[in-house]
């Protein structure tokens, strides 16, 4: 069976297709959003204003999709509440009651979900101050109302549209296909695409070398799948119960430990570190010695840029996985259930060999994710427009692909339900059940 009859069998089931078509309106109610001007702001003045894309503003520009840019009413898109949930999650592994949620099942995922959404309306304030302060000294001349005016109005609508947004990824993730909150960051991020693809291409005379830029690009997308989807497997065997006539367990099944279990949080939590001397050198932009120890960090493409970077990539990439998986939690469910590592004893020792091999396993998966997170400053040393090396790696590219694959996997188990060929026949989708 084709490709383009898989696609046409995700029309033929009537709840897929609803679904999908309500991810598309609600994605095109959220991209119409991204347009639309904050109050008191001439957006003509503002479009004379060019943003700069190694900076600080410029990677948070691209997250929303322009909208920081263009002082749109979802400036600041989804990212608050990105922001409150991995301070949340983070509390979790040092806060005994946030802990205590963690393990009270459906009721605690409500109450952290709840709190999550406080905080996101608590960090947007504050943000949106920030925004309006910034917005007015870099385009003084777009403001047309006062200064105390714009605050009061940017706080209010910036913080309901961050709600706004929060409420479409909630409607997608509940009647949609897929993390809606992931979602809209992934379409914010493809929405630069085709103008940077347009200016790559027109910026160079050879057209092979755009043709040679694109395989590059598909073979960095191709690693980045591999590192996504990696998996390490121990095997566990379950020992066999009789409970009347029947017979349980017997069955060897596998713990899998992902090579990249932090995901795409290393580099985000990479980044924010080393916009710290830059910010430090904006406040002292007289003082010759803090320029001169800071200058190193305003080139994203620089050797010593890209060195610390990928450094502190393998470094948060430990501490994230640290944080996220629990070998002592995974020994103890495996143990009240019944099952066993061959050739292990249940307990410390269980603990102990999980441990080992997340750490060896975690290794290379930090490294493959630092070369991931420095491709775009080594494409952009290449001769790459730095809009387009954005998309060659870092927080961009994992996004879209962890995105991709995992909405994928979503419409391949609505296939497979009703007894339809997923979109790949071979492949190692996780969705699919194999025979």
């Not at 029309?11 to 609803?18: C, D, S």
């Not at 590192?227 to 029947?246: C, F």
């Not at 990539?313 to 939690?329: Q, W």
């Amino acid at each position: 069976m084709s490709l383009v009859e898989n696609f046409r069998n995700i029309f033929k089931i009537e709840e897929l297709k609803n679904r999908i078509f309500y991810v598309i309106g609600i994605l095109m109610v959220y991209r119409i959003g991204s347009f639309v001007t904050l109050p008191g702001v001439d957006a003509t003045q503002l479009a004379q204003q060019t943003g700069n894309a190694s900076s600080l503003l410029g990677l948070f520009d691209m997250f929303v999709g322009g909208a920081f840019s263009r002082a749109g009413v979802f400036a600041l898109g989804i990212m608050p509440y990105i922001t409150a949930a991995i301070i949340i999650q983070l509390m979790g592994a040092v806060v005994p009651y946030f802990q205590k949620l963690q393990r009270e099942g459906e009721e605690g995922r409500r109450k952290i979900n709840r709190l999550t959404r406080y905080g996101t309306i608590g960090i947007t304030l504050v943000q949106s101050i920030g925004f309006a302060i910034n917005l007015m000294a870099t385009s003084p001349n777009a403001i047309v109302v006062s200064n105390y005016t714009f605050v009061i109005t940017s706080m209010i609508v910036l913080t309901a549209g961050t709600a706004f947004v929060m409420w479409l990824g909630e409607r997608i993730s509940d009647r949609g296909i897929g993390n809606g909150i992931s979602i809209i960051i992934m379409i914010g991020i493809i929405a630069r695409l085709p103008s940077s693809l347009i200016n790559e291409i027109t910026t160079k005379s050879n057209l092979i070398i755009v043709i040679a830029e694109i395989a590059a690009l598909v073979l960095v997308i191709a690693a980045s799948v591999l590192l996504t989807q990696g998996v390490r497997k121990i095997p566990v065997q379950y020992a066999k119960r009789v409970v009347g006539r029947k017979v349980y367990g017997g069955t060897t099944q596998y713990l899998p430990l992902k090579v990249n279990a932090a995901g795409v949080m290393p580099i985000i939590f990479a980044q924010s570190i080393m916009f710290i001397p830059s910010t430090i050198g904006t406040f002292f932009p007289d003082n010759t010695t803090v320029q001169m120890l800071t200058s190193w960090s305003s080139d994203f493409t620089g050797v010593t840029y890209s060195i610390i970077f990928g450094i502190i990539v393998v470094f948060f990439t430990y501490f994230y996985t640290a944080i996220t998986v629990n070998p002592r939690e995974m020994a103890d469910t495996m143990k009240r259930q019944g099952g066993f590592i061959p050739g292990v004893r249940p307990g410390n020792q269980t603990v102990e060999f999980i441990d080992n091999i997340l750490t060896k396993v975690t290794l290379p998966g930090s490294i493959f994710l630092a070369i991931i997170a420095i491709m775009p400053a080594i494409a952009a040393r290449m001769g790459v427009t730095p809009g387009f090396a954005l998309f060659y790696g870092g927080t961009s590219l994992l996004i879209i692909v962890g995105v991709a694959l995992d909405t994928l996997q979503q419409i391949e188990s609505h296939l497979m339900m009703r007894h339809y060929d997923g979109f790949m026949k071979t492949g190692k989708m996780k969705g699919r059940r194999r025979s």
